[in-house]
């Protein structure tokens, strides 16, 4: 059974820089990815990632616009260390090869991005998280010797001793469904976000909240799992990402009466104020009556087409694609989706959880520098800061400890008995997973979006109880044994749902309206009671609910105007 010092699950920016910090620690490491790593969701990542390099910047602001733009639920000092490190990644990043923009001068060029008092943002034309993604893969490559790479291995669960210390991991080979015990002094769950519980939502196939759920189950705190971010230009046809870079190089959005409608809502930002701000009046001037085939209009013909093609050049393509639309010479119609999950496992500043031997890194974790609402640009920043800051830290401690005892043989073939199981249902039994995981998805998008009430809430709650219970004798068609992608949807529904309660159930017990959190029935912001986390404990049939408090070092709360 295959050990190593430091087991890294997820292949994305946060795994990847975590595998790499670990590495050049001198620990042994093995990567673990369902999917090939140029795959990961990180691909999708488009417009840019965020630093104060420019001497009229500086990280004090970055940090400033990062609480503000949290709603004040941000903890402070997590966001001084992330902006404090953002310029030596950036720079990082630019030595070993990401082939950043430059300005007329040759420097490294920002374009802007939302909730920013400074046009920040370095990017690769908006395909950013790509070119980061194929950088790090060829710098993993360079450490051969000491970092193993398990691509296409799909983990079920983690594995714990009788003290409840992580050890590592059971997974299985998706080309054959072999089984294998994975030991590891730590473990580092970079596996991403749950945006496959919402339809339709931003996020690839592959983001169903498997190290979310993972942790919750041997006992790690998720946090803020009720700040879930709606991106304010998702395609209407099919909720597609539109880059937020398009509004930072000049794009306008209108409703059906020509309105240039942000002037109402955020007179002194626009179009580029933070992402809850935008979508909730989006949806607002849908709700009223103003918008355009579900939609609203974002105008990038206002942006010169020789800058379109330079550095918007994937939106050509997708507006062409899937609007049939060409966005140099006409609008395309946006609306608000699921693109972002603020909360996660709950880790400290080096990526630790409360459960020994697990760390956290990326969307799966919630170091909670995004608060209540992420900051455009904040993610590939966080991804790769506390990658690097938790491999460093598992390494160091791997350092000092003996090799934990890998999962028994009876472990493994327990595993592989209950992988059996879900093959073997009748199908006269019960549901597809596909038609459950439909119902999830719609059911999410319906009560927990950019406007919630607790009628609609107690109603997503129930629905997410009764699909748990439908979920158990829930059926796959393909009873193979090669890349099985039905048998994975299956483990994956359990993870979704995991996450889908635990939303529910946070975005329940917030009795205020905070960043992506707006209930119509509670609409106003309340620091006395609720400047707080959320936390949400596995318990059995019913999650156990407590709070955190929010760390303030500099900036106390004050009211957001955009």
């Known amino acids: 059974m295959p050990s190593h010092d430091v087991l890294i699950i997820g292949a994305g920016l946060a795994g990847q820089r975590a595998a790499l910090a670990a590495a050049e620690q001198g620990a042994t490491v093995a990567i673990l990815s369902k999917v090939h790593p140029v795959r990961s969701h990180s691909n999708a990542a488009a417009g840019g990632i965020n630093a104060a390099l420019n001497p009229e910047d500086s990280w004090e602001s970055h940090a400033y616009d990062t609480v503000k733009g949290s709603d004040y639920l941000g903890d402070q000092d997590a966001i001084e260390i992330m902006c404090r490190e953002a310029p030596g990644e950036v720079i990082w990043l630019e030595h070993r090869g990401v082939t950043f923009h430059r300005d007329e001068t040759g420097h490294l060029g920002t374009r802007a991005f939302g909730g920013a008092s400074q046009a920040r943002t370095y990017y690769v034309a908006d395909i950013t998280g790509q070119a980061l993604l194929h950088v790090l893969y060829e710098q993993l490559m360079r450490f051969h010797a000491q970092i193993d790479r398990y691509e296409e291995w799909f983990v079920t669960s983690l594995v714990t001793d009788d003290d409840g210390r992580v050890t590592g991991a059971l997974a299985h080979d998706v080309r054959d469904r072999r089984m294998e015990a994975f030991a590891a002094k730590a473990t580092i769950l970079a596996s991403g976000g749950a945006g496959q519980a919402f339809k339709p939502t931003t996020n690839a196939l592959i983001c169903t909240g498997d190290g979310i759920a993972q942790a919750y189950r041997?006992?790690?705190?998720?946090?803020?799992?009720?700040?879930?971010?709606?991106?304010?230009?998702?395609?209407?046809e099919n909720g597609f990402l539109i880059t937020e870079g398009a509004r930072g190089e000049g794009a306008q959005m209108f409703n059906s009466e020509g309105e240039r409608f942000m002037e109402r809502y955020a007179p002194n930002k626009l179009e580029l104020a933070s992402r809850d701000v935008v979508s909730r009046a989006e949806q607002t001037e849908i709700d009223e009556g103003r918008g355009i085939r579900g939609g609203l209009a974002l105008d990038i013909t206002l942006v010169p087409k020789k800058r379109i093609l330079e550095a918007l050049r994937e939106i050509v393509n997708i507006g062409r694609d899937f609007a049939g639309v060409d966005i140099t010479q006409e609008p395309i119609i946006i609306r608000p989706g699921q693109h972002y999950i603020m909360g996660g496992v709950k880790t400290d500043v080096n990526g630790l959880t409360p459960v020994e031997g697990l760390y956290a890194a990326g969307e799966v974790a919630c170091v909670s520098v995004h608060g209540g609402n992420r900051l455009g640009a904040n993610s590939l920043l966080d991804t790769l800061v506390f990658g690097r800051r938790a491999g460093e830290d598992a390494a160091g401690r791997a350092g000092s400890m003996p090799l934990p005892d890998s999962a028994s043989h009876a472990r493994v073939r327990e595993e592989e008995r209950w992988l059996d199981s879900l093959v073997a249902r009748d199908p006269g039994g019960g549901r597809r997973v596909s038609e459950i995981k439909d119902e999830l998805g719609r059911t999410m998008n319906e009560h927990c979006a950019v406007f919630r009430d607790q009628a609609g809430l107690q109603r997503a709650y129930e629905v997410v109880k009764r699909l748990q219970e439908e979920e158990k004798s829930a059926y796959v068609d393909d009873r193979g044994t090669v890349f099985n992608q039905d048998l994975l949807g299956a483990i994956e529904l359990g993870y979704m749902l995991d996450c889908a309660e635990a939303i529910v159930v946070a975005a329940l017990e917030r009795k205020e309206s905070r960043g992506a959190q707006f209930r119509t029935d509670l609409p106003d912001r309340n620091d006395d009671e609720w400047l707080k986390h959320i936390t949400v404990s596995h318990n059995g049939a019913e999650p156990d609910v407590a709070y955190a408090p929010v760390t303030i070092t500099h900036w106390q709360p004050e009211e957001r105007r955009y």
Request: glycine share 6%; charged share 10%.
């Open 218 to 236: 041997v006992g790690a705190p998720l946090m803020d799992m009720e700040m879930i971010q709606y991106h304010p230009t998702t395609l209407v």
